[in-house]
């Protein structure tokens, strides 16, 4: 069996081949949210599949859940050594808004050191990066440690059929440790870890008020406005300090010790940088805390997106018969996405008035999670990347929710390390969304000490 510097140059000899294997990927349009796409995520699911057949994977299946599979992989040819279960998501966000991508969203573009195409971060750079770091062990005698990949379908959509999964799949899962891809870096030369994810808790709000649309000259001034109503409960949603005021909100948001947010403050942030990322005209948020700790230590509620009425080219002049929004909340540890939908639910039957009807639907949740950076696989994830960056990694806190951490934590008590390349700047879920060349071909590297790491 090689060793981890002679698998690292195998690598480094291949990185040709190996972007344009990542090109075929981002082709494939597996946007899961949409129906018309579900031919392409089974094409996606199929090309995984293929490529752990293709490293000589003893065990590969494409497992069905109640709408986009699994893909499920192992190689357990290395007797007494832990195993890894890594995960990871093939399926990505939608398009939308098209006229706004510079080159097409499923004809990867190479311009400058990123690859510009939906999903390149978000996280089909990550999966496949891992992906040929396990190839690279297999082609030059065998892994060193024993290996379960679960790649699903559903992350972007929330994850909904993921806990029945592992409730059904829990020997098949059974590991030592999770590696999880689905993380990034805060700056390309600086490598990082996860130390806590938010939770998430997603709603869809309903305000119905005439039973249709309504001439506006000739009932305008005798009928509440569904729009105007739901305008006016999301403004109220939030203070001028920038707090929710949704009722006990903050009663479980456990506050930052003085050791926590110096801790927090040594990682490096540029205010100035972040502001030229979100291309806005100045920052905003809750008062009284940075904004490192506002996006990955506080509680949020956000609005989504909005319809109601009419939105085409042109005048139609008319009262909407309902209004609807999409809300998101970001969860810290101990809050819980039970809690905030009865808070939102009463501060709904507080604040509306009886002029309308409301309907309040909870679409997707998970809980925050904690991180144990002192564990083994941690551990073996710090080596990895300072080996492969030529410096100590930083602890962050992600602001982002994924759901598998805390399925995994609560269903199969097992610990995870958070390890990808993605940077805060890759434009998630937004267009143009991009993948760091430099720092994809660094992550199979390190990817690849992290095996060996793990193993001894």
């Known amino acids: 069996m090689a060793n981890a510097n002679q698998v690292v140059e195998y690598v480094q000899h291949r990185r040709e081949n190996h972007l344009a294997e990542l090109k075929e990927f981002l082709k494939i349009p597996s946007i899961s949210t949409l129906s018309e796409h579900r031919n392409d995520m089974k094409r ?14 003893a065990r590969v299946e494409i497992l069905p859940t109640a709408r986009h599979p699994v893909v499920y992989g ?13 995960y990871g998501h093939y399926d990505v966000q939608p398009v939308d808004p098209l ?8 004809e990867p573009t190479i311009r400058g050191e990123n690859i510009y195409a939906r999903g390149a971060s978000d996280m089909k750079g990550q999966d496949h990066a891992v992906l040929k770091a396990l190839e690279a062990w297999i082609k030059n005698g065998g892994l060193p ?19 029945a999964f592992i409730d059904q799949n829990k020997s098949r899962l059974t590991a030592d440790f999770v590696l999880n891809c689905d993380s990034g870096i805060p700056r390309p030369n600086l490598p990082g870890l996860v130390a806590g994810l938010r939770g998430l808790a997603y709603f869809e709000l309903w305000v119905h008020g005439p039973s249709h649309d309504l001439h506006s000259g000739v009932f305008g001034g005798s009928v509440h406005n569904p729009a105007q109503v739901l305008a006016e409960l999301i403004a109220g949603m939030h203070d001028a300090n920038g707090r929710v005021t949704l009722p006990g909100f903050y009663k479980k948001v456990r506050a930052l010790s003085k050791k926590e947010r110096a801790e927090l403050a040594r990682t ?3 205010e100035k940088d972040w502001l030229a990322m979100m291309g806005a005209p100045q920052l905003y948020g809750e008062k009284k805390f940075t904004t490192r700790e506002r996006t990955g230590t506080r509680p949020t509620l956000e609005v989504n997106g909005l319809l109601s009425g009419f939105t085409g080219e042109g005048a139609k002049t008319v009262l909407p018969a309902k209004a609807m929004t999409k809300i998101s909340m970001r969860l810290v540890p101990f809050q819980n996405d039970n809690d905030v939908e009865k808070q939102l639910r009463a501060y709904l039957t507080r604040r509306a008035p009886k002029t309308v009807k409301w309907e309040l639907k909870k679409l997707a949740s998970g809980p925050a999670v904690l991180v144990d950076n002192k564990s083994k696989a ?19 806190y992600s602001g982002g929710s994924v759901p598998v951490v805390s399925l995994i934590a609560e269903k199969m008590k097992t610990e995870t390390v958070l390890m990808g390349f993605g940077l805060p700047d890759d434009n998630l879920h937004a267009p143009n969304e991009k993948l760091h060349l430099p720092n994809y ?16």
């Open 145 to 163: 440690l024993n290996v379960k990949i679960f790649f699903e379908g559903e992350e972007e959509i929330g994850s909904p059929n993921l806990a």
């Open 74 to 86: 192992e190689w357990l040819n290395a007797p007494g050594k832990p195993t890894a279960l890594i």
């Open 268 to 270: 490096p942030f540029s």
């Open 441 to 456: 071909y660094r992550g199979i590297e390190a990817y690849a000490r992290f095996f060996d790491a793990a193993a001894r």
């Open 378 to 396: 941690s551990r073996a994830a710090q080596a990895a990347l300072e080996q492969t960056f030529g410096i100590k990694p930083v602890f962050v």
């Open 99 to 106: 006229n706004e991508w510079i080159s097409k969203p499923f």
């Open 44 to 57: 996606a699911a199929d090309w995984c599949a293929g490529k752990m057949r293709a490293m000589n994977f």
